[in-house]
């Protein structure tokens, strides 16, 4: 098993109304999800908030979380420049990541030689593993099969994170993967409320935002999945199912925000334009939290 | 006429490797457009490249566009972060530009109460007129009627720039925002190649990546088709018609970065990941050039 295997848990980035990472908040966060056993910790994802802090906060996110974790964490280093990806990427080794999560940010459209092109220059800056971070929802960039394969031809990309089939042929998408990616090549899902049937068709790893506040939980359906036990899989599902509720109606970015702060982990709001969810959904996440916490 | 009317010319930002602006390029592109007269020059919009540079960057880029130009300038303002186009807006009035342009730039998709709040606090921060810059191709938010309505409550939203109607029906698309819009809200376009359409359809405004190379012939275009001078507007149509397909073939700001090289403007490329056009295009590009120069 890998870094890019198994259960990987995305915190937030708490941080103050600068975009400054608030540490106390942020080695609380990641000291939960260490003593609790993830496989991987993924910093400055989508949930990490990445896209919104400077270079300078983002290199100080990861020192935090780096020297707050003993499991292996993963560094998010998308960017919409190609030299600041490949300066995060070589902090992110310098500081001791075990791997990276590359997105392919873009404002303007970007052609498959382009986005080849920048993996292959943040490949360059460091030997860390890297993970294909393939979610056309934030990064508004759609990987063909065709590019997935080629850029797997760059010994560092050595896995990819799924969104959810629109179709929901979980077996089928993977194994089309496994078809045209070299073995070993790790093949994971996010969009949480589909992940438990991505590891029950064989993904290997499970990106989860959930499991960034309730990784005990997580854990649990993630072990249940993997091991093909779907009558303990259905029943974790059905304990998570107000949550992944939430998270289908909201956003899962603005729902761990409230859920965190009701929780007490942290003082700290989403970065506007986001806007924290109206007090009136704190009830409903109060239900989904108890029907997680029992 | 406000700054919001007519042909508003937006040019590339030549910037070093780094992304700093190279101010004699930049000043002599400006100057350009200044003797020829055209109603504005937009700069840091998507063709100024505003996406892929550091606030301090932009304003660099604006003082030097704002030295250089006697006609108004609208500055591009758009940020994924709330209060850094906040920063900017108060940067570009007190360096003397005539308006803002104000994308909402987006990673995790806004809801429209976000996007709403964003121009709010954009409009608190300064007394400029504020045009919506809507273009879901790289801002990946589409506005609803009902909110382009309710941001024009702000007293500073004064002027749309819209994106060309899939099913090209200008007059009823203008017909339906004046309705919605105040009396005297500037409607634009972009997307060059349809813009004359708009033109005689009676928009307000071209928001035009040509007019950063050709003012003159965009000028003479605009004129034209503002005047619903149809003959003269259907013979500057074909003159531009190359230009127009290499826009739509390879993106109209990959075109005029090679154009502006060609014409030796600048020897700036693109930002990376973006990549220059390949040199097989050249000829075409210099084909263009020349039925728009003669």
Redesign the interface.
């Known amino acids: 098993m890998t870094a890019m295997h198994g259960l990987s848990a995305f915190p937030i980035t708490p941080t103050d ?3 400054n990472p608030i540490a106390s908040e942020l080695a609380g966060l990641i000291d939960r999800l260490d003593r609790a056993g993830v496989d991987s910790i993924g910093i400055l994802g ?1 949930t990490g908030g990445y ?2 802090l400077t270079p300078d906060q983002r290199m100080r996110a990861a020192d935090i979380a780096l020297d707050a974790a003993q499991v292996p964490v993963i560094v998010g280093v998308g960017a ?4 600041v990806s490949a300066r995060l990427a070589r902090h992110a080794a310098d500081a001791g990541a075990a791997g990276l999560l590359l997105a ?2 873009s ?5 498959e ?3 080849f ?2 993996f292959q ?1 943040v490949a360059g800056a460091s030997d860390l593993p890297i993970c294909i971070y393939n979610n056309p ?2 990064t ?1 960039f759609t990987f063909s099969p065709a590019l997935l394969a080629r850029l797997a031809t760059l010994p560092q990309v050595t896995a990819v994170k799924m969104p959810l089939p629109a179709d929901g042929d979980f077996a089928g998408q993977i194994a089309g993967l496994r078809a045209d990616l070299p073995q070993g090549f790790a093949i994971g899902y996010s969009g949480d409320w589909g992940c438990a049937d991505a590891l029950l068709a064989g993904a290997d790893a499970w990106f989860s935002v959930a499991a960034g506040l309730w990784p005990e939980q997580s854990l649990m359906l993630a072990r249940a999945a993997m091991a093909g036990d779907r009558a303990l899989t259905a029943e974790w599902q059905d304990r998570f199912q107000p949550l992944w509720d939430l998270f289908m109606a909201h ?1 899962s ?1 603005r729902v761990v925000f409230a859920a965190a702060r009701i929780m007490g982990l942290t003082t700290a709001l989403p ?5 924290p969810l109206s007090h009136d959904l704190t009830p409903h996440i109060k239900a989904a939290i108890t029907a997680l916490e029992g």
């Not at 404002?107 to 052609?111: A, F, Q, S, V």
């Not at 970065?271 to 806007?275: D, F, N, Q």
């Open positions: 109304d600068d975009g989508s896209a919104y919409l420049r190609s030299d392919p940010m404002y303007t459209p970007l052609t030689d382009e986005v092109g920048h220059t929802s934030t508004h956003g970015l970065p506007r334009p986001l806007l």
